[in-house]
C-alpha cells in the first residue's frame, strides 16, 4: 500500500513520451490500489487495540532491520492515531490524480512527482523508527517543492521557495531531536542506540542527560515548533497562503487535506508520548495557541478578497481545534481533536477543489469579481454551499461532529478559553456566509452568464467526499471506535506523569 504509488511513478517514467493519456490511468490506477487496501484495512483493523507504545498492539506490522550498523529498522505498523489519516491520504490522493486530469504540461514529471508524494505521505504515517519517519517526512518535501515550483500560479517560484524554507527549517530542529534521542536512549534488550519510537516512549530508557527538565523542555519545543510549521500555527503559518493560492488544485487539495495533518500527527505521535511531563507542562500554552489559530485565522479568512486564500486562512483557524482539544489531555478533547483532522481533510479537500472549478472558468478568484452565479451554476452553487456549511459546522455534517467534541472534552480544563474559541466560530460562519452571498447571490454579473456548469469528472471527485461528510456527520461511530482506544491509551499514558 505504501510503496504502489512509488512503483506506479517508476512505471510512468518507463513511458514513452507523447502517451499522456496512458500516464494518467497509470497514476489514476496507482493510486485507486491504496484505495482499495486502506478499505480492507478499515474492515479487518481490531478496535479494541490500542497501540500507541505497544509493539504487540499495533497491526498491519512490517518489521524488519535496515541499516543494521546504526540500528535503523524498517518498522511499520498502524493504530488509531494512524488508520483514519491513512484512509484520508489514500482516497484524497486518487481524487487528486483524477482532479489533475486538466494538467497538460509535462505530465509524466507531475504524475511521478505527486506518486511519490504520495508514498513519502503513506510512509510517514505507519513508521515507528524514528530514522524512518524521518526520511518520509523528507521524501515529501521535494515532490510538493517542484509540484508548486513548476505547475503554480505566477508566483509560484517565490510560494515553493518560502515553503521549501520553512519546513526546512523545522526539519533540521527534529534533525537535532532525532540526534539527541539516538545518542540518549537505548534498546532494553540489547543495550545499544536506537531509533525505535515505542522505546522512546518507554522513560527507562532515557540515560540520566535525557531525564533533566530543562533538556527535555528544549527538545520538546524543537520538535513542536517542526511540527507547528506544517499545522500550521500561529505565528508560524505565513508559508500557507502563498503555497495554497499558487498551487495547482490538486496540491492545494492534498496541501491542506493532509500535509497539515502531519503536524498534529507529529504532535500525537511522538511529542505527547515521549515528553509526557514537558508536554504537561506546556498544555495550557498550547491551548491558547490553538485558540489564537482559531480567532486570528477566521479574522484574516474574513478580510481576504481572493476565494482561495480565504479557504486557506479558514484552514488555520480549523487546525487550531485540534490543537485546543489535544492540549486538554482528556479522551473525548484528542478523540476530538483527530475527527477534525479526518473532517477538516475531507471538507477542506472539497472547498479547494470548487475553488479549482471556478478558476479553471473564470481564470480568477476574486471574490468581488463575481455575482449571481447561483442562477448560472446551481449544481455547483450546490456543492460550494453544502461545503461552506460543513466548514462551519453545521449540525449532521463532520464538521459539527469534531468541533463539538472538541469543545466538550477541553470545557472541563480550559473553560474560558473553549468560551473565547467558541466565538470563532461566529467568525468563521460570518466569512462563509459573506463569501456564499457575494459570489452566488444577489444581481449576476452579466460577464458570467455563460458560466460553464460544473463537469461529470468534477462531480467525481467531490460526490465520495459530500457523502463522506454526511455520513460522518450523521452516524460518526464508525470513525469514532476507530480511533477511541487508541486516544484513551496516549492520555493515560501522558497523564501517568502526573
Known sequence: MTFLPLLGAAVILCVP??????IKWIAALASFLPVLLSVRLWFTYDRALAGVNVASQFQFVEHYSWIPSINVEYFVGADGISMPMLLLTALLSFLAVIGSWGIDKKIRGY???FLLLETGMMGTFIALDFFLFYVFWEVMLLPMYFLIGVWGGPRKEY?????????????ILMLIVLLALYFNTTNPETGAHTFNLLHYMSQNTHNGWLKAFDVRILLFLGLFIGFAIKVPLFPFHTWLPDAHVEAPTAISVILAGVLLKMGTYGLMRISFPIFPDVTVYFALPMAIL??????????CAMAQSDLKKLVAYSSVSHMGFCLLGMAALTPLGMVGASMQMFSHGMITAMLFF????????AHHRQIDGFGGLGVVVPVYTAFIGFAFFASLGLPGLSGFIAEQMVFLGSFQVFRTLVIIGAVGIIYVAAFHLWALQRVFLGPLNPKYATLEEI?????????????????VGVWPMPVLDLMNASMVRLVDLVKAVI
Open 17 to 22: 513520451k507523447g502517451k499522456d493519456e496512458t
Open 111 to 113: 504524475m511521478a512527482l
Open 159 to 171: 510560494a515553493a521557495i518560502k515553503f521549501f524554507l520553512y519546513t526546512l527549517a523545522g526539519s
Open 290 to 299: 490553538g485558540v489564537i489559530n482559531i480567532i486570528y485565522g477566521a479574522l
Open 354 to 361: 470548487l475553488v479549482g472549478v471556478v478558476y479553471d472558468r
Open 455 to 471: 463537469n461529470a469528472r468534477e462531480i467525481f471527485c467531490l460526490a465520495p467526499l459530500t457523502l463522506l461528510v454526511m455520513a
